[in-house]
């Protein structure tokens, strides 16, 4: 590994740890002595994103990372939660076996992790990704999660059965 400080090719590993993307690497360069980190990723299959005007394109974590981050604008969003719903968005298309995945797929499954994050960014993402032509679309949607929303309250809510003995 090529030391980022003197470019001297002899370094030793000092410290290993598996980190949900792959290994990180502690190192020190024999020649500097300058202590530097390297993260190592298993290399997938290429996977290709087919656009929505037939267009193919390489999956890109960060442009994934981006456009959620874009949603996630002045919002409460840790980096971190976003780094994990990219971190799984990105195993399940690789899970799926498939060379190349719709946008539509990448879209559905980002509007799935961020509506568990922040309904604001879910509803600013869908607003791009479903093309909302006008207020009633939004509205619509808006009216969709508040739905979802009683639903999930109402179910809190409930008080379990007793379970019979049998």
Request: proline share 3%; charged share 35%.
């Amino acid at each position: 590994m090529k030391c980022p400080y003197c470019n001297s090719n002899d370094s030793r590993v000092i410290d290993t740890r598996e980190v949900p993307d792959g290994i990180r690497r502690r190192r020190e360069c024999n020649n500097c002595h300058q202590r530097f980190t390297t993260y190592e990723r298993i290399a997938g299959i290429n996977l290709l994103i087919v656009k929505r005007d037939g267009r193919r394109e390489e999956f890109d974590r960060n442009k994934l990372i981006k456009s959620m981050r874009i949603s996630c604008s002045k919002r409460p969003v840790s980096a971190e939660k976003l780094e994990e719903a990219a971190r799984e968005i990105e195993t399940d298309l690789y899970t799926m076996g498939k060379g190349e995945v719709q946008s539509l797929t990448v879209g559905k499954l980002v509007m799935q992790h961020l509506q568990e994050i922040d309904e604001v960014a879910y509803v600013r993402y869908a607003s791009v990704y479903r093309r909302f032509e006008d207020l009633s679309n939004i509205t619509e949607e808006i009216e969709h999660l508040l739905q979802k929303k009683r639903r999930e309250e109402a179910q809190k809510n409930q008080i379990p059965l007793p379970l019979e003995n049998k």
